[in-house]
T-cell receptor
Framework: NAGVTQTPKFRILKIGQSMTLQCAQD?????MYWYRQDPGMGLKLIYY???????DKGEVPNGYNVSRSTTEDFPLRLELAAPSQTSVYFC???????????FGPGTRLTVL | KNQVEQSPQSLIILEGKNCTLQ??????????LRWYKQDTGRGPVSLTI?????NTKSNGRYTATLDADTKQSSLHITASQLSDSASYIC????????????FGKGTRLSVIA
């Protein structure tokens, strides 16, 4: 199993540009999550999904959108990039809410 | 407010020595307590998960303890190795189904030869 994969690894955006961060998992997990990790801070939940077709906001959803059309994929969309969105983004998945979360390698995003 | 506080912020130890990292949480009601290891430039990897009824759990040279009464947890690393250099993150899971995990800021451990 590849586990949780994320693309791209790095990206630089200009203010106002848009992009989609890709996330896929091959463990047939129902739960998937998007987090951001700012320097020296704990991970913050952006959005999560408990199954295909279902998504919910986390703590810091503003400026982001997600979709979950399949069990495997959970892309994160930034529509109008802002410098405040400069961060490292991690996707994770788990079998259930109280089960271990498996994290992807992260995407480092810089908005200039 | 649900919070997780970790100490120390950073720690440097010699290879072969033991160390203990601390975690205090104010999450309530509480479901479980997790410790993750995050290598530089990588995603976190789970070390242990303890429910509120468990006092201790081991994973190789890593031993986590939990005191649900005082809302404290610790992670003890025995006979440290250079590969233990990483950030160690304490995470508390609220009992409520839709409440997200609460992450600490982590302790940055450096093991030197």
């Amino acid at each position: 199993n590849a586990g949780v994969t994320q693309t791209p690894k790095f990206r630089i955006l200009k203010i106002g540009q848009s992009m989609t961060l890709q996330c896929a998992q091959d463990m047939n997990h129902n739960y998937m999550y998007w987090y951001r990790q700012d320097p020296g801070m704990g991970l913050k939940l952006i959005y999560y999904s408990v199954g295909a077709g279902i998504t919910d906001k986390g703590e810091v959803p503003n400026g982001y959108n997600v979709s979950r059309s399949t069990t495997e994929d959970f892309p994160l969309r930034l529509e109008l990039a802002a410098p405040s969105q400069t961060s490292v983004y991690f996707c994770a998945s788990s079998e259930g809410q109280n089960n271990e979360q498996f994290f992807g390698p992260g995407t480092r995003l810089t908005v200039l | 407010k649900n919070q997780v506080e970790q100490s120390p912020q950073s720690l440097i130890i010699l290879e072969g020595k033991n160390c203990t990292l601390q975690c205090n949480y104010t999450v309530s009601p509480f479901s479980n307590l997790r410790w993750y290891k995050q290598d530089t430039g990588r995603g976190p990897v789970s070390l242990t998960i303890m429910t509120f009824s468990e006092n201790t759990k081991s994973n190789g040279r890593y031993t986590a303890t939990l005191d649900a009464d005082t809302k404290q947890s610790s992670l003890h690393i025995t006979a440290s190795q250079l590969s233990d250099s990483a950030s160690y993150i304490c995470v508390a899971t609220p009992y409520s189904g839709n409440t997200p995990l609460v992450f600490g800021k982590g302790t940055r451990l450096s093991v030197i030869a």
